[in-house]
């Protein structure tokens, strides 16, 4: 049973790591800016690349799901 569905355990697993990674990412950045005494607009200009990478990458997977599920991938 478990060797049938390795695959999708191995892909789940990736995903809950790569978010778990952009977690401590922002929240090692919060510190950094808490304790940098960094300006509101500068806040904004981190937090913004930070969401656009998490954007990217949740857009990667709906795109990877699509086209896995149309057959082309």
């Keep these: 049973m478990l ?30 800016l808490k304790q940098g005494n960094v300006p509101k607009f500068g806040r904004y200009i981190v937090w913004l690349v930070l969401f656009l990478g998490c954007a990217g990458f949740v857009a990667k997977g709906l795109i990877q799901i699509s086209w896995e599920g149309s057959g082309i991938g």
């Design 3 to 32: 060797s049938q569905h390795i695959e999708l355990i191995e892909s789940i697993g990736l995903d809950l790591f790569y978010a778990s990674l952009f977690f401590f990412i922002g929240m090692a950045i919060h510190d950094v």
